[in-house]
Nanobody
Framework: QVQLVESGGGLVQPGGSRRLSCAAS????????IGWFRQAPGKEREGISC????????FYVDSVKGRFTTSRDSTKNIVYLQMNSLKPEDTAAYSC?????????????????????WGQGTQVTVSS
């Protein structure tokens, strides 16, 4: 059965770093697009990044570009989200998701309805 399990959340100071892991089972992460989403209280779920085997570089929204990096370890079947220079505005529940869709302008990776499988989420709190 397809399963995604996130880990690595916690409390971090502004300017600090955190690495999230998304461990997959039941499928190979190289065969799917793996997206990262976050949701803060009172806000809609926001797609922030996606790594795709059909593209040479991952996608990032402007708010995290240059600070966050997503990568794959094919041997471990794990996708990572390295978060640097964290800000209080980054505080949210972070989730990974898998999609068989090839994303385009018509099917943007930030659309959470295009993903088939989701992890349970992990909380990241950025505060002094």
């Amino acid at each position: 059965q397809v399963q995604l399990v996130e880990s690595g959340g916690g409390l971090v100071q502004p300017g600090g770093s955190r690495r999230l892991s998304c461990a997959a089972s039941g499928f190979n992460v190289t065969d799917y697009d793996i997206g990262w989403f976050r949701q803060a209280p009172g806000k809609e779920r926001e797609g922030i990044s996606c790594i795709s085997s059909t593209r040479s570089s991952p996608f990032y929204v402007d708010s995290v570009k240059g600070r966050f990096t997503t990568s794959r370890d094919s041997t471990k079947n794990i996708v990572y989200l390295q978060m640097n220079s964290l800000k209080p505005e980054d505080t949210a529940a972070y989730s990974c998701a898998a999609s068989g869709r090839v994303f385009s302008s018509s099917y943007p990776y930030t659309d959470d309805t295009l993903y088939d499988y989701w992890g349970q989420g992990t909380q990241v709190t950025v505060s002094s």
